[in-house]
């Protein structure tokens, strides 16, 4: 039995030696590495109309997340004079399934830094760990603010609050918006 052993091992280690061979090596997994491609410039005859590789993009077409210039409104949250948005209900229609997304949204990326209530008591604010007092969106600094700047600092951030552009869409960013103003609306008319 060790003899079968002994003759297995060598047999393996002898094949692994990489010996120059005139025959292709075995290709158990292609994968795409052999992938029949256009070189750029290359003529082509696929297209009758031209024969070019490249092609152009079908009119009217916008790359992903490219054309905001289309609204600035709704996209930046400040209007063509640079002025910030008064109030969303102008450039969106608000509703309660809109507040109740707002809700939902700020829930999951605001109030681990805000609390639920948005006073600034989320988790980061209670931790040790971190060195961050939390801005409360119920400030009566906040009140002469428009639904433009909540936007705005959403979207960018504002001192040690990271921007969310990257991770909250235009409309949920409003929605936001909207689910703030309820908050602030509640604590001025005494709810809770």
């Not at 948005?118 to 906040?142: F, K, M, P, R, W």
Request: aromatic residues 14%.
């Amino acid at each position: 039995m060790i003899k079968v052993l002994y003759i297995f091992i060598s047999l393996f280690l002898f094949g692994c030696q990489g010996m120059p061979s005139k025959k292709p090596p075995i290709h158990l997994n292609p994968n795409m590495d052999d992938v029949e491609r256009y070189d750029a410039q290359e003529k082509q005859y696929f297209y009758e109309k031209d024969d070019r590789t490249k092609r152009n993009p079908i009119e009217g077409t916008i790359p992903y997340g490219f054309y905001k210039d289309d609204n600035p409104d709704f996209f930046i949250g400040k209007n063509e004079d640079g002025e910030y948005v008064k109030n969303v209900s102008e450039i969106l229609d608000v509703d309660e399934n809109f507040i109740k997304r707002g809700q939902d949204r700020f829930n999951i990326y605001c109030s681990v830094c805000h609390g639920y209530s948005g006073i600034g008591n989320g988790l980061v604010a209670q931790s040790d760990q971190y060195n961050v007092i939390v801005t409360s969106i119920l400030s009566e600094t906040l009140d002469d603010k428009s639904d433009g700047y909540f936007y705005d600092i959403i979207s960018n951030g504002k001192n040690n609050m990271k921007g969310y552009s990257g991770q909250i869409t235009e409309e949920d960013r409003w929605a936001i918006v909207t689910y703030i103003r309820a908050l602030r609306y509640m604590e001025d008319n005494g709810y809770e």
